[in-house]
């Protein structure tokens, strides 16, 4: 088969090297790409907003399976696009995808559907919004309704902070806001293949979003992550899937946009039990790294039978091993990152057993220095018998990188290694 990859982060470098391994794979194009896709793709230098451009290329190519990575394109709807024209892709519909484009969405199904939550307001004026939070006080949560890269979120702990993150939100034109409570607990990320009606589990994963060690900092798209999560118990991953994600493929089919794709549940573990915080329609970045390194079945077959509605009685093979994604960063993320900025080291530390680099925002100059082309950069990830394990790889690996405007955190993995240390 002839495949389109769209996207340029590390979850696309991850889906790519994946794919790449698969003897299904006759040919493999990711759009636009980066430098370390280029590795194991052709790059096509098309923008993924452009649906007409993205429906050339695959005709150009002759494309037979399209994977749309990022979550833009499949909220402006390139699946339906891609599809109309007769192309097959993995990834939901526009309608489904409001599941992520819009948290009032949402919100309010997982209301009518009964799905536990955080309770919550919906606002489009900024004077109501306040009102609503200084009734209901602090710690609370402001978040932007649309799309926001991972960074339209403030959990706000003094009332201060919480109108200014109002105030801020406000000030785009045609602002909508969601303000919810407060939930206390341990996040965890939780992912299912979603064929439109079955929903196949997939491995757990933990995420690390403030940007700073010891979780301090603001929000970021993510700084590192591994998987399995050992808070998320096979006991727990049953009361998630009966109580989230299986009412919510029968809320959406019922609403008459059925959900095909991946499903990225993000989850508070609460003393009332899991409460879902957000839903994502595409792999997460950087999970989905820490996914790819465990997955031992062939991930093309997947992808296919989730968007031709057969995953009823499919199975997937993990490895036991952990594994652990660190990402690096250009300075000033998550703010504005220096850009241009040379990179070296990056084959030495690659050389280390069982460490792969997934490239994000990187280049390649014509000389072959690779360059920082964004704010997450690179991630570097390790295999092991344990998190710790997994951990100490991945860190050593970073040790043979020399980038002086680059940053990563040195605590990723720190809930599962804790766990991990005799009592």
């Not at 991850?14 to 636009?32: D, E, F, G």
């Not at 949402?106 to 307001?121: F, N, Q, R, S, V």
């Not at 303000?179 to 690390?208: C, K, M, N, W």
């Amino acid at each position: 088969m002839n495949l389109l990859v769209i996207g340029s982060g590390g979850r696309e470098h991850a889906l790519c090297w994946a794919l790449a391994a698969s003897p299904l794979v006759n040919k493999l194009v990711c759009a636009p790409g980066n430098a370390g896709i280029a590795q194991v793709a052709k790059l096509a230098p098309v923008d993924p907003m452009d649906q007409q451009a993205v429906l050339q290329l695959c005709r150009d190519e002759h494309i037979d399976f399209v994977v749309v990575g990022p979550e833009a394109p499949l909220v402006a709807g390139l699946v339906d696009t891609l599809e109309t024209a007769g192309f097959a892709c993995f990834g939901p519909r526009k309608a489904a995808a409001q599941l992520e484009g819009s948290k009032g969405f949402m919100k309010d199904l997982c209301a009518k559907y009964g799905i536990p939550t955080a309770a919550y307001g919906r606002f489009k004026e900024a004077a109501a919004a306040e009102a609503f939070i200084r009734r209901h006080g602090v710690p609370i949560v402001v978040k932007a309704d649309g799309l926001a890269a991972g960074k339209g979120v403030t959990v706000a702990m003094t009332l201060d902070e919480a109108l200014a993150a109002n105030a801020v939100l406000f000030a785009e034109p045609g602002a909508e806001v969601v303000i919810e409570e407060y939930l206390d607990g341990e996040e965890v990320s939780f992912f299912a293949l979603v064929d439109g009606q079955t929903a196949l589990p997939l491995a757990s994963a933990q995420d690390h979003k403030r940007v700073g060690d010891g979780d301090t900092g603001p929000n970021t798209g993510g700084m590192g992550a591994y998987s399995p999560a050992p808070a998320m118990t096979a006991a727990l991953q049953q009361q998630v899937m009966d109580s989230i994600i299986n009412p919510t493929v029968k809320a959406m089919a019922a609403e008459g946009t059925p959900f095909k794709g991946v499903l990225f549940a993000g989850l508070m573990l609460t003393a009332q039990g899991p409460k879902l915080l957000e839903y994502n329609v595409r792999f997460g970045d950087p999970e989905c790294q820490a996914l790819m390194l465990r997955l031992k079945s062939d991930l093309l077959p997947a992808l296919i039978a989730a968007r031709d509605g057969v995953l009823k009685d499919f199975d997937l093979r993990w490895r036991e091993e952990a594994a652990l994604c660190v990402v690096m960063a250009a300075a000033g993320y998550p703010g504005s990152p220096r850009k241009g900025t040379v990179i070296n080291g990056l084959d030495a530390a690659a050389a280390e057993s069982d460490v792969v680099i997934f490239h994000a925002g990187t280049t390649r100059r014509a000389d072959g220095a690779i360059l920082a082309n964004g704010g997450r950069v690179f991630g570097v990830c390790g295999l092991g018998k344990t998190v710790g394990a997994a951990q100490a790889r991945a860190y050593a690996a970073i040790d043979k990188i020399r980038w002086p405007e680059g940053f990563c955190r040195r605590d990723i993995g720190w809930r599962a290694v804790a766990r991990e240390q005799p009592q």
